[in-house]
Every structure is written in C-alpha cells, then in structure tokens.
C-alpha cells in the first residue's frame, strides 16, 4: 500500500466524484481510477460502489477513511513543522465554528489573519455543534467553536466566552421592554431553529428548567431566513448577540435581555487531544477566539444603549 494511494483514496471519499478528485488532485481520472482499483485488488475489498449519485463508499471504505484520516494528517503537520524554518507561518488550517460564530465575527478574524500570514490556506466550515465535534475526533477539522456539549466529549474543551441570548424583534414588531422574564417568551409569535440545532437545545433546557412550553410558529435552521423573517414580519426569535451584532449596530433589529433567569449559552473550542493544531492552525484559532472574546466585552461595556434601544 503505497502512500499516494491513501492520499487518493481520502480525496475520492471526500468528493464522491472522480472527476472533482482529480481536479482537486491535479491528475487525469484514469490515474486516479487506476490507483484505487489497486488499492482495493491489495486490500482484498471493495471501497466504492458507483452510483448515480457518484462514488458511494463501502463499509469497508467508510472504516479505511476513519483509519487513514488521521495518519494523513498527521503527516500534514509534520511536514509543515518540517519546511517552516524561516518562522513564517504556512501550510492549510481547517477550522469548523457554529454558524452564529461564522456570521458574527468570521469575516473579521478572516481578514486580520490573512493579512499577517498570507502563506497560510484556510479551510473554514460552518455546522451543528454535534457535527463538528464528529468531525475534530476523526480528523477532519484541526478545531472547532461550538455550543458546550452537554456531556462530556473525548477532545480537549477549553472555555471560550458565555454570551447572552436575545430576544430579536424588527422594525414592523412592537415595542418589547427593555428585559423581558423568561416566561413571557410563551406569549411571544416565535421562530426558532429545529431541534437538531444546538441553539435550540440551549433554549429548550432553560424552558425545562423554567416548567415554561414554549410553541414556534416556525421552525428554521438558517440564521439569515429567520433574521429576515424577523425584519420583515411580526416574528420574534431568540439569538445570541454575535449573530445579529451588525443588525443591533445599524438598529435593523432590536434585541432585548432575557432575565430571570439570564438567558446565555458557552462557547468552546475543541481539538483531539492526540493531534494538537499546527502553529498556523493554533494562530489562527487565537484569532478567532479573540474576536469572540471581545465582542462579549464589548456587550458588557456597551448594553446600556444597546439594550436601550430594545
């Protein structure tokens, strides 16, 4: 079994596509096609199955991926700690974050990062919680910010920031007050993400806790159709305040504090304990988390007017 075989392999489960695999590979489809056949003649199995969605993986194939995944990768980092000797950061970094983190601050961090460490390829990805701790444990993601597992996970936790939760209201809403119990949410012509949403999950353990039903009228996962439903409509909605800062600054939409009990959730950022990120892909982590970390600053220094304006 040869390396470039491995490589190919995981490029072809990735894309299901022989074609998008040899694009991404830079080789011609019979190359491609050929080392595959070879690989599955010396394994003895069968990795893929045509179909006319494309190249669907075995269960044999599906398990090679889960092996092989993390050996690739290792191999990656080693060879970016290998060529970097002039201390100038490079090599490809791929990083999940919870969609909330993605709208909030992403093209921020994005822009600084790029600009100080042009030779480093990002990778970005937005994703329920549960779908990129999955994909940190098996390899895919050097890390990922996401909501607070409710329980314990096998990858390094560490504690980003606690943000308040918002009720999010538009212009063709009436007037909410300035804080709101949580009870009063029930009252509410709600839209809220599905169930598989970590938002969600976050919302319906404080409605358990509170012995409070809460019934939406809507469902949505997309953070910006329920942002646009709630500007446009009578709608309300519940977002922590990253997703919806630049709408707060611009007063497009009004956000008002949850209280009694506070309404937050925690952010974390998880990395497998056996394959810690490269120096590029720590940095670029730092970044992002900073910008995290420092708009929940701001929130605290500012939410006067800001909650004012609610």
């Not at 791929?94 to 961090?109: E, F, K, N, P, S």
């Not at 439903?229 to 008002?256: I, K, M, N, W, Y």
Request: contains cysteine; neutral net charge; aromatic residues 4%.
């Amino acid at each position: 079994m040869e390396f470039r075989q491995v490589q190919y392999f995981v490029v072809l489960f990735e894309e299901r596509s022989v074609t998008r695999a040899a694009r991404r590979l830079n080789i011609v489809q019979p190359a491609l096609s050929m080392q595959i056949a070879k690989l599955e003649e010396e394994i003895g199995k069968q990795l893929f199955v045509r179909s006319p969605q494309g190249m669907e993986p075995t269960s044999e194939g599906r398990r090679m991926y889960r092996l092989f995944l993390p050996v690739l990768g290792d191999f990656a980092h080693a060879r970016e700690q290998v060529m970097q000797t002039s201390g100038e950061l490079a090599g490809l970094v791929r990083v999940g974050m919870i969609a909330t983190v993605a709208q909030g601050v992403l093209v921020d961090a994005l822009l600084e990062f790029s600009a100080l460490h042009p030779k480093v390829d990002l990778s970005l990805t937005d994703g329920f919680s549960g779908t990129l701790a999955d994909a940190v444990a098996v390899g895919q993601l050097d890390a990922a910010i996401v909501n607070k597992p409710r329980r314990p996970l096998a990858l390094n936790t560490e504690a980003i920031a606690e943000e308040d939760m918002l009720v999010i209201a538009g212009p063709k809403h009436a007037p909410l007050p300035h804080v709101m119990a949580f009870a009063e949410l029930a009252h509410l012509r709600l839209v809220l993400p599905t169930r598989q949403h970590g938002l969600r999950g976050i919302i319906e353990s404080f409605s358990q806790a509170e012995d409070v039903t809460l019934s939406p009228n809507v469902e949505i996962d997309s953070i910006s159709a329920i942002l646009k439903l709630v500007h446009e409509s009578d709608f309300c909605t519940v977002l922590p305040r990253v997703a919806v800062r630049r709408q707060l600054e611009h007063e497009a939409l009004h956000g008002t504090t949850v209280t009694s009990p506070r309404l937050s959730r925690q952010i974390v950022c998880v990395t497998h304990p056996r394959r810690p990120p490269s120096p590029a892909a720590a940095a670029f982590i730092a970044t992002l988390v900073r910008h995290v970390r420092g708009l929940g600053e701001g929130d605290h220094a500012g939410s006067g007017a800001d909650r004012g304006s609610g």
